[in-house]
């Protein structure tokens, strides 16, 4: 698989994610995939922590599904996109990944 399909798959479901993650380890390991696995994972924390929010539910998953969507763009095209707001504090929260 390649770093872009690897970084499209980790978009498609928590399913999706974890079938990157485990597909990019090891000597397969690509940087370009690494980045939008760590940008996933700080998109579904922050999916779940704005729906358990009652003030912001609806407008919580509107804004988790835009940055999404724009995460989503960013890997299709190839470019190391950080989403807006916090993908720069994913890449260093999650720099393990």
Do not use: C
């Not at 994610?17 to 922050?46: C, H, T």
């Not at 095209?77 to 504090?89: D, F, I, N, Y």
């Amino acid at each position: 698989m390649d770093s872009i399909t690897k970084a499209i798959v980790a978009h498609v479901t928590v399913i999706g994610w974890i079938v990157a993650l485990v597909v990019n380890q090891g000597e397969n390991k690509d940087e370009f995939a690494s980045f939008y696995i760590r940008q996933m994972l700080g998109l579904i924390i922050l999916a779940i922590v704005l729906s358990v929010v009652p003030i912001v539910n609806i407008f919580g998953w509107i804004l988790a599904v835009v940055l999404w969507i724009m995460s989503l763009l960013g890997a299709a095209e190839g470019t190391l996109k950080p989403t807006p707001l916090l993908g720069e504090h994913f890449q260093t929260w999650f720099s393990s990944l």
